[in-house]
């Protein structure tokens, strides 16, 4: 079975930094995703890790232990426009498709 | 196309009525997927097709729901007889390859059942 973990609500103050952190218990664990998810909206592709360590893009970094099975998203200069439900997510074995967390929803406040 | 577009945006039906929903992946796509996500909570993944085969279907319901991915057709997920608590967004999302490449999601379709 799998069992991904992540904080339900977190909020943090605009131009601050916040990590956000995923746990998983996946057998066949190939790799694993961040998505943002605008009220509303399509979730859209942040980050992909399969190997360990840090990956930096911009402002937002995806950290993984495949090990401790564990990741976190890191935001920098945080923005209002940030306010969104982060989902960490993971694909296993040749299945491709992805396994969600239940997401956890950020608030920036000025 | 750039983008998987999905259609209707939103679909009302009554109790026992069919519903069906539309999805046309990024062009050169060959991997289809179909999730469901309830009142924006975790999303529950359905069905994945790589072309017109049917890829992974272990998420699917058993009874009522239907999907197909035709040549030349977009692809398609079928409710019959929709209950209540099938009220939910669908989303359809696609990818090139798997596993590893990214998954590209379309806006979803809201479906309502009163």
């Known amino acids: 079975g799998q069992n991904i973990d992540q904080p339900t609500e977190m909020t943090a103050t605009e131009g601050a930094i916040v990590q956000i952190n995923c746990t998983y218990q996946t057998s066949g664990f190939n790799g694993l995703f961040w998505y943002q998810q605008h009220a509303g909206e399509a979730p859209t592709f942040l980050s992909y890790n399969v190997l360990d360590g840090l990956e930096e893009k911009g402002r937002f970094s995806s950290f993984l232990s495949r090990s401790k099975g564990y990741s976190y998203l890191l935001l920098k200069e945080l923005q209002m426009k940030d306010s969104a439900s982060y989902l960490c997510a993971v694909t296993r074995g040749s299945q491709g498709n992805l396994i969600f967390g239940k997401g956890t929803k950020l608030s920036v406040k000025p | 196309g750039e983008e998987v577009a999905q259609t209707p945006k939103h679909l009302v039906r009554g109790e026992g009525q069919k519903a069906k929903l539309y999805c046309a992946p990024i062009k050169g796509h060959s991997y289809v997927f179909w999730y469901q996500q309830v009142l924006k909570n975790e999303f529950k993944f359905l069905i994945s097709f790589q072309n017109e085969n049917v890829f992974d279907e272990t998420g699917m319901p058993k009874e009522r729901f239907s999907a197909k991915c035709l040549p030349n057709s977009p692809c398609s997920l079928e409710i019959q007889a929709t209950k209540l608590e099938d009220s939910a967004v669908y989303f359809c999302?696609?990818?090139?390859?798997?596993?590893?490449?990214?998954?590209?999601f379309g806006e979803g379709s809201w479906l309502t059942v009163v």
């Open positions: 999302a696609s990818s090139q390859s798997r596993p590893g490449n990214t998954i590209y």
